[in-house]
């Protein structure tokens, strides 16, 4: 019992970890962070081995929260060093305005976030979404919906900010 669990463990690992970890890479620019997440995703999954139906989904979710945690660190650590620059009267360069995609995903709430990251980074349909997050495929189809127009109009303003 015990060595089948080990062994489809190791086939799961085996089958998604290079798939997660370059799916975490795509969301944080950067190898070696992306494998930290990967890595904790897995070592998450098997503390709850035996308790988890999902698995797939559970890695995804998990490493979605660890890219949040990423994300909202390192704007922390951008807020301080912008405290320090100006602090330290010195004159920080002018922020362009950046339309980058994955920055205007970071910003979106987390309800609209999460489904935006499983059903387009992950390529997660939308019927398996709606069971990780435990909505209605109406309902994620709608969150879908509104993370696109609130892309959309950020993107416009960017642009417009630009020219």
Same mark, same amino acid.
């Not at 795509?26 to 308790?51: G, K, N, P, Q």
């Not at 945690?69 to 002018?94: F, K």
């Not at 909505?135 to 960017?158: I, P």
């Given at each position: 019992?015990?060595?089948? $669990?080990?062994?489809?463990? *190791? %086939?799961?690992?085996?089958? /998604? @970890?290079?798939?997660? =970890?370059?799916?975490? !890479?795509?969301?944080?620019?950067?190898?070696?962070?992306?494998?930290?997440?990967?890595?904790?995703?897995?070592?998450?999954?098997?503390? $709850?081995?035996?308790?988890? *139906? %999902?698995?797939?989904?559970? /890695? @995804?979710?998990?490493? =979605?929260?660890l890219? !949040?945690?990423?994300?909202?660190?390192?704007?922390?650590?951008?807020?301080?060093?912008?405290?320090?620059?100006?602090?330290?009267?010195?004159?920080?360069?002018?922020?362009?305005?950046?339309p980058?995609?994955?920055?205007?995903?970071? =910003?979106?709430?987390? !309800?609209?976030?999460?489904?935006?990251?499983?059903?387009?980074?992950?390529?997660v349909?939308?019927?398996?979404?709606?069971?990780?997050?435990?909505?209605?495929?109406?309902?994620?189809?709608?969150?879908?919906?509104?993370?696109?127009?609130?892309?959309?109009?950020?993107?416009?303003?960017?642009?417009?900010?630009?020219?």
């Open positions: 019992m015990k060595r089948s $669990r080990e062994k489809a463990a *190791a %086939e799961l690992f085996a089958a /998604l @970890y290079p798939r997660l =970890a370059g799916w975490c !890479r795509r969301l944080v620019d950067d190898d070696e962070t992306a494998h930290e997440i990967a890595s904790e995703a897995f070592t998450r999954l098997w503390a $709850r081995w035996t308790s988890v *139906a %999902e698995p797939r989904g559970f /890695l @995804y979710v998990t490493a =979605a929260n890219v !949040r945690d990423h994300w909202r660190r390192m704007e922390r650590e951008r807020r301080a060093m912008r405290r320090a620059t100006v602090e330290a009267s010195v004159q920080p360069p002018a922020e362009q305005a950046d980058s995609v994955r920055l205007l995903v970071q =910003a979106l709430p987390e !309800r609209l976030r999460i489904p935006t990251l499983l059903h387009y980074y992950a390529d349909p939308i019927r398996e979404v709606a069971v990780l997050t435990g909505r209605k495929e109406g309902t994620v189809k709608a969150d879908l919906h509104a993370a696109r127009e609130l892309l959309r109009a950020h993107l416009r303003r960017s642009l417009d900010h630009i020219q």
